[in-house]
């Protein structure tokens, strides 16, 4: 997860055969779970996102052909709150109450 942004733009472009400056939303997982980078142009500039998760892991859709795989809005607020999105509920639970 060293990339920065003209790095990941050029794995979206050559790797994935994309535009990233189409307007889509591309995320990609580091190795352990816990980092997420998020990169998307808005029509003027590329911005790009980071998140690691103090506790848990985020959790990835799966892809049978090895390539992107698309998900909807909900599903992506979900995968930036680290929420099970096909499961929708808290993977991290308090220990203890009061």
């Not at 939303?25 to 003027?44: A, E, M, N, S, T």
Request: charged share 20%; net charge positive; proline share 5%.
């Amino acid at each position: 997860m060293r990339c920065g942004m003209n790095t990941l733009s050029l794995k979206i472009q050559q790797g994935l055969g994309r535009d990233p400056h189409g307007g889509e939303i591309f995320c990609f997982r580091g190795r352990k779970g816990d980092l997420i980078k998020v990169l998307w142009h808005d029509g003027v500039g590329m911005s790009l996102y980071l998140k690691r998760l103090e506790a848990g892991k985020f959790i990835w859709p799966v892809s049978q052909s090895g390539t992107a795989v698309p998900v909807s809005a909900a599903q992506l607020g979900y995968l930036l709150e680290g929420i099970d999105w096909r499961n929708p509920r808290w993977t991290q639970r308090p220990k203890t109450a009061g």
